[in-house]
Nanobody
């Protein structure tokens, strides 16, 4: 089992920055992939960014150049630095961890943190 706890959400003006944190209950060295998803009101949850155990990152096109995902193996945490925020970034942001054990894949989710960008 993996517990994920997000923090760092809040209200920010357009053009501002926020840094989200996700603390993992286990060593992230044991986790294959970690990432961030978001869900805006009335919309489906969508992928935002991911980082593999080897450090390879991926981003949805709409946040490339503005968001940066990183991980800290000492603190067992993953971060999402969000710059140049836009009103369309408003959503609940969820931390995700993927663990592969043999042929099985386990997905874990945090409780979410609200990000509101005012225009």
């Amino acid at each position: 089992q993996v517990q994920l706890v997000e923090s760092g959400g809040g209200l920010v003006q357009a053009g501002g920055s926020l840094r989200l944190s996700c603390a993992c209950s286990r060593s992230i060295g044991d986790i294959n992939d970690m990432g961030w998803y978001r869900q805006a009101p009335g919309k489906q949850r969508e992928f935002v960014a991911s980082i593999t155990s080897g450090g390879t990152t991926g981003y949805v096109e709409s946040v490339k150049g503005r968001f940066t995902i990183s991980r800290d193996g000492v603190k067992d945490s993953v971060y999402l630095q969000m710059n140049s925020l836009k009103s369309e970034d408003t959503a609940v942001y969820y931390c995700n961890a993927v663990e592969s054990v043999g042929i099985y894949r386990y997905d874990y989710w945090g409780q979410g943190t609200q990000v509101t960008v005012s225009s």
